[in-house]
């Protein structure tokens, strides 16, 4: 019998930290799209393309680091990752030419990897007891959120006091300082026996076998496209696209007087409004199919975005919208790492969510590097928009067929 664990433990509230700090300084990206194309004089695709390279290689960092965590061990993965993560900011501060921002991201991508969703969420969820382990997934997913909440507001402001590449140097040391909450990160192993004598290529061949791990890789890719698209270009589009801030009204009356900074604080309350969505979704994958709870997000998420292009783009809407798509944003986290881990076990969790999380990033990568692309070509961003729509719609389909329930060992 599992011995009884609280629902916040040190491992959770450490790995909430570093979560906090990692995606609040990822989410703050799309803030610099203007500024650094305007100081070059690069076409909007060039920074788009560094972004979707960064997202990219997260995603090829996101099994390998998982894979690191579970050979050399969890802490080390992590620090290792923080090192990476601080090293891409420093470089990218230095650079002045699209070429090697987009050598940089790499750095940036891989530091993500090591201290975001497929290290930290696989040592709390060993961390965690069963009954706890979906909201503790869920907390750690909000955490993620908490961190973008702040994260482009803070960057509008630092960029107010001192240039773009003295802001990336202060995040390099921010995402260092992050360590110091390593000493708690000390999880138990949380396998069965059969677990443990089942070897990482032993269950990949049974993960690789099932058509049920092949169908989320695959909805997974859409979740990485709107989510990626939106933080690196919805500032942009807001800024450039939405109706005037009308004088005297509630907006301007509390300091949001132009489109750029109601672009970056619509992203914060994507993040705000995430946070809650994220807890709910973690509430209810305790209590009902994970599988439908992520169709319903995907269609949810389909629908909205529908709605949005289809409207006047106003201050209003906007609003709207942040809160709306913000309240399923990272709902899909702790639904798809659980379905994991109620599938194939603790074990290799980190290593198989990776796998999956590839297919996010590559989502990450197409949305990013077309919603550059497509502004360049077509002046807008209505016909990336829409393909966000169909593979939403997608997600939503292929999610439906998955059998939840946990997967016969291979021989």
Known sequence: MQKSVPLFTPVLVAGCVIMLIS?????????????????FGWLRAEFSLAIAIQNLAWGIGQPIFGALAEKIGDRKA???????????LVLSSFAVTPEAHQLYEIFVG??????????????????????HRSMSLAIATAAGSAGQVFGAPVAEYLLSLMSWQMVFLVFAGTVLASLMCLPLMRAPQGSSRVE????????????????SYTLIFLGFFSCGYQLAFITAHFPAFVTEMCGPIVPGGVLHNIGITTTSALGAVSISLIGLANIAGTLTAGYLGKRYSKK??????????????????????????????SVSMGALWLATVPLTSG??????GLRYMGTLYGIVFF??????????WLGGRMYDVYGDYTMVWWIGVGVGAF????????REFRAPRVA
């Open 23 to 39: 995606f609040a300084i990822r989410a703050s990206f799309g803030v610099f799209q203007i500024p650094i194309a305007e100081e």
């Open 78 to 88: 992590i620090i290792l990752g923080a090192l990476t993560y601080a090293a891409g």
């Open 110 to 131: 891989f530091g993500i990897a090591g201290t975001g969703f497929g290290v930290i969420l696989a040592v709390v969820g060993r961390a965690s007891s069963d009954e």
């Open 196 to 211: 443990i004598e089942e070897s990482m290529g032993q269950l990949l061949t049974r993960a690789f076998r099932d058509p």
């Open 292 to 321: 439908y709870l992520l169709a319903g997000i995907y269609t949810g998420r389909t629908l909205i975005a529908a709605a949005f292009i289809l409207t006047p783009i106003t201050p209003a809407t906007v609003l709207l919208f």
């Open 339 to 344: 379905l994991i881990a109620h599938i194939y």
């Open 359 to 368: 297919s996010h990033q590559l989502g990450s990568f197409m949305g990013v």
């Open 395 to 402: 997600s939503a389909i292929v999610h439906l067929p998955v």
